[in-house]
């Protein structure tokens, strides 16, 4: 992959990345407000519970995904951002625009998540 391709996905996964710290931010807060001790000694306890649990798992994907951009980020810097960290192979174009954050083309993503 060329240089100026590396910088095209950099610029990508910077705005995805600053959109889901955002996005995460927001989530916290919402968190924090909605979810005060108060909220649970009310009868709507398991429900509250519930929705924690919900709030919980997006933050968690949230994580997951900024991690994964971040690792991207680093694999542009140290030119190794294309490659399927499987088999080594070049991973394509059109795969890396639907999603800039993977690290595996499509066979090996399946083998692991297989
Ligand atoms: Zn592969």
Do not use: W
Request: proline content about 3%; hydrophobic content about 35%.
């Amino acid at each position: 992959m060329k240089a100026e391709a590396h910088e095209e996905f950099r610029k990508k996964l910077t705005a995805q990345l600053s959109e889901l710290t955002e996005a995460h931010l927001d989530h916290e807060k919402q968190i924090g407000e909605s979810h005060t001790v108060r909220d649970f000694v009310g009868a709507d306890r398991a429900a509250e519970l519930e929705n924690l649990e919900v709030d919980a798992s997006v933050t968690e994907s949230e994580i997951n995904l900024a991690k994964k951009i971040q690792h991207a980020l680093e694999r542009i810097d140290n030119g190794t951002y294309g490659i399927c960290e499987g088999c080594q192979g070049e991973i394509p174009t059109a795969r890396l625009e639907a999603k800039p954050s993977v690290s595996l083309c499509l066979p090996c993503q399946e083998a692991h998540e297989a």
